[in-house]
């Protein structure tokens, strides 16, 4: 009696993922030239510029933490972050006496709103401008009582995709297929299909496959936890 294989390796390389999508818009593997794969290379990180803007996705999440120095309320985050998600900020970080508080985003209007933004104190909400190089700021300022650990996720772009030398993608088993379709679905705007059918109806059948096949995954790219709403009920009742 046959088995399974009793693998979990499956991962195909940037290169057959590209081979599988040009496939799905009928162009076979014999008929690729240097240009189609100059133009796959540039697709394949378009898609994820694509994907970086759909956030967030867990496995481009990461923990940072930064020592603040008293006086100074903005940092420079890493270039490659995409958007802050949880904070604290903690004393005696990674020690028996750690002490954390759980800090809260606020707006460019709310901050500009503040009447002395150089107020000293822990901080206590963050505002996170995002420029080619973003920078966090904090209010209150950090003052002399800490020293203050920010600690943080973050989710981050995606890496670079190369076609040579074998390397994979930078994406979860269970998102290969929602690349395939992606990759489909732009080398559908750019190849026209065989001549028997129509070309609008393909791009839109390879959209529709690409953002279903994305829909999918990412019903399946979170956390598992249970959403617990307690209310206070105190504002509800006049004394």
Not at 10 to 32: D, H, K, T
Not at 85 to 102: C, K, M, P, Q
Not at 208 to 221: F, G, L, P, V
């Amino acid at each position: 009696m046959a088995s399974s294989s009793g693998a979990y390796t499956f991962l195909p390389s940037n290169g057959e993922c590209v081979l599988a999508a040009f496939e799905r818009v009928y162009i076979r593997a014999p008929e690729l030239r240097q240009e189609h794969m100059l133009t796959a290379r540039r697709e394949l990180n378009m898609l994820f510029v694509e994907w970086s803007n759909r956030q967030p996705n867990l496995w481009l999440v990461v923990r940072n933490q930064v020592v603040l120095t008293p006086g100074i309320a903005t940092i420079t985050l890493p270039s490659q972050t995409v958007l802050v998600l949880d904070a604290s900020i903690v004393l005696n970080f990674g020690t028996a006496n750690e002490s954390r508080r759980y800090i809260t985003p606020i707006s460019r209007t709310e901050y500009l709103s503040y009447a002395n933004q150089q107020t000293p104190g822990p901080p206590t909400v963050w505002w996170m401008d995002r420029l080619i190089a973003p920078t966090l700021t904090f209010y209150p300022v950090p003052d002399s009582n800490g020293p203050y650990t920010f600690d943080y996720f973050s989710c981050t772009q995606m890496q670079d995709a190369n076609l040579a030398g074998g390397e994979i993608p930078y994406v979860p088993y269970r998102w290969v297929d929602a690349l395939v379709n992606g990759l489909t679905a732009r080398f559908a705007r750019l190849y026209p299909p065989p001549p028997s059918m129509d070309a609008l109806a393909f791009r839109k059948l390879c959209k529709d496959d690409a953002e279903e096949s994305w829909k999918i995954a990412a019903a399946q790219d979170i956390e598992p936890t249970p959403l617990v709403l307690s209310p206070s009920l105190v504002g509800y009742y006049r004394r």
